[in-house]
């Protein structure tokens, strides 16, 4: 009876251990990759034409800073782009293949629609 008693023991310090261990783990994962996830920051905002261009500022942890620029329509992200040129055109694509080109300096839009059937 004493040696069953001691195994119990044993098991349920065993799988104390190790359930503490695999939280502490996931928490020290969980710190770690929150202290090397990029950081995000809205700069600046254009609305043009029922769009909504959002350029943020970013850093990661290692690298210098990055600019992209993300386009929305009713706070639904379309498509972005990873960095902004020196020129006030920037250029979209929509789910459907259409180019949409906005001058931000301007503030217009226009569309250019995809043409033709796929060539394969």
């Given at each position: 009876m004493v040696v069953?008693?001691?195994w119990k023991a044993?098991?349920?310090?065993?799988a104390s251990l190790t359930v503490v261990g695999i939280a502490g783990w996931y928490?020290?994962?969980?710190?770690?990759?929150?202290?090397?996830?990029e950081k995000c920051e809205t700069?600046?905002?254009?609305e043009i034409e029922g769009?909504?261009?959002?350029e943020k500022s970013?850093?990661?942890?290692?690298?210098?800073?990055?600019?992209?620029?993300?386009?929305?329509?009713?706070?639904?992200?379309?498509d972005y782009v990873n960095y902004k040129t020196d020129s006030c055109l920037v250029e979209f694509t929509t789910e459907?293949?259409?180019?949409?080109?906005?001058?931000?300096?301007?503030?217009?839009?226009?569309?250019k629609k995809k043409t033709g059937a796929n060539n394969i």
């Open positions: 069953r008693k001691k044993l098991l349920w310090t065993v928490l020290f994962l969980s710190f770690v990759s929150a202290a090397f996830q700069v600046k905002i254009w769009y909504e261009i959002r970013c850093i990661g942890f290692a690298g210098p800073p990055w600019s992209p620029i993300y386009l929305y329509q009713k706070d639904t992200e379309i459907i293949g259409n180019t949409l080109q906005f001058d931000l300096c301007e503030e217009k839009m226009t569309e």
